[in-house]
């Protein structure tokens, strides 16, 4: 037990992913490609801690028994480091760029470190060039142990350098996000070096993963700066869900009319207070299972679930009425205008996500094409 109480800060953090486990699973989002790589880093990460403490368990027992299962739980204890380090990359790599293509390159990298970390684990076994288990079966590093590390730091390495030359591509924000998330892990591994004996590097890992649920995968970075609407990230997300699921639903594209023309005319400030404008008043008259998002620099989008086909219309009827009432109180030197398109998905359709946004954008053209306005 005084083993147990000793490392009890890697214990508790064990309890913490595990709960943290329970609440994604049950979010609304969970089949998504975000939660299931958030999901892969979470149990990834566990099954580390979990092989670490099972052989600090057995350090120092000099039974048999005891000196076989602290051999076997430190060697799969370096075999094993390959994989939450993939599960980040792969979660980092679809939070910052958004894509798929370079997944397979990565899975491919870490896979070819897993199998050469293998093959010098077995080697250790005959010669100690990695580590051995002295007489009191307590961990000793070998002469070698540093091939060990340079496998497990040049991956990550070379993907930051694939980040920075990508930099441009990416989300700048959350790349913003995720180099400042990762100073906690480096910060402790720095600290753990020159305190033996302390170990913190996967509760900090632990922190890691609670601070980037908080902002990646609730709301915390997926609201527009400007208008506190969600974003176009967000809106992919849930139309596929409801895709994934064929649960019916209703989208609304809206375009603000001669937005650039407000530019030009009286200067980005106004335009910025034309754009909030709209957005407290789609805010505010959208139900509050319904979501409002800004895709683009005028446009914005609403997302109804439920199979009432009339619903756009309605809102979109409805949101005329009160841009109406919000010109007439004259708080911009200029009127808010905007046209509108809609689209009805129903559950037996054969569409994707792509599909959807030409449609309801084609419907939203044409509509502005038949009332154009001029503000």
């Not at 070998?142 to 993907?159: H, K, R, T």
Request: hydrophobic fraction near 45%; include cysteine; charged fraction near 20%.
């Amino acid at each position: 037990m005084e083993k147990i109480f000793k490392y009890d800060i890697s214990i508790y953090a064990m309890v913490i992913l595990v709960v943290l486990l329970i609440i994604i699973c049950k979010h609304s989002y969970s089949s998504t490609r975000s939660k299931k790589l958030c999901i892969t880093v979470v149990i990834a990460t566990f099954l580390a801690m979990a092989v670490e403490i099972l052989s600090w368990l057995y350090s120092g027992d000099i039974s048999p028994f005891g000196r076989s299962m602290n051999r076997i739980f430190n060697t799969l204890l370096y075999i094993q480091f390959s994989f939450p380090a993939v599960a980040w990359t792969l979660y980092f790599e679809h939070k910052a760029f958004g894509e798929k293509q370079k997944s397979k390159a990565i899975i491919v990298g870490f896979s070819g470190v897993f199998l050469l970390s293998t093959f010098l684990i077995v080697i250790n076994h005959f010669n100690g060039m990695i580590f051995i288990i002295n007489s009191m079966n307590y961990f000793e590093k070998g002469p070698q142990s540093y091939l060990m590390e340079i496998l497990a730091y040049c991956p990550l390495v070379l993907y930051i350098l694939s980040v920075v030359i990508r930099r441009k591509q990416a989300n700048e924000r959350v790349l913003k996000t995720i180099l400042l998330v990762c100073m906690i892990p480096i910060t402790a591994f720095l600290i753990q070096m020159s305190h033996l004996g302390l170990t913190i590097i996967w509760p900090s890992l632990t922190l890691v993963i609670l601070v980037t649920y908080i902002l990646f995968e609730t709301d915390g970075l997926q609201k527009d700066d400007l208008t506190n609407l969600y974003t176009r990230r967000h809106l992919e997300k849930r139309i596929r869900f409801l895709l994934e699921r064929k649960l019916s639903f209703t989208v609304i594209m809206i375009d603000l009319d001669s937005f650039k023309k407000v530019n030009d005319t009286y200067g980005h400030p106004i335009g910025d207070k034309v754009l909030t404008a709209m957005a407290s008043i789609i805010h505010a008259n959208v139900k509050r299972h319904d979501q409002a998002f800004r895709i683009g620099g005028d446009e914005f989008f609403l997302l109804i679930e439920g199979d009432d086909a009339s619903a756009g219309d309605k809102v979109g009827q409805r949101l005329k009425d009160q841009v109406c009432l919000y010109n007439n109180k004259k708080l911009l030197p200029c009127d808010i205008s905007f046209t509108y398109g809609v689209y009805n998905y129903k559950a037996a359709e054969n569409v994707t996500y792509s599909d959807i946004m030409m449609k309801v954008d084609q419907k939203m053209y044409d509509n502005k094409n038949l009332t154009p306005v001029e503000i």
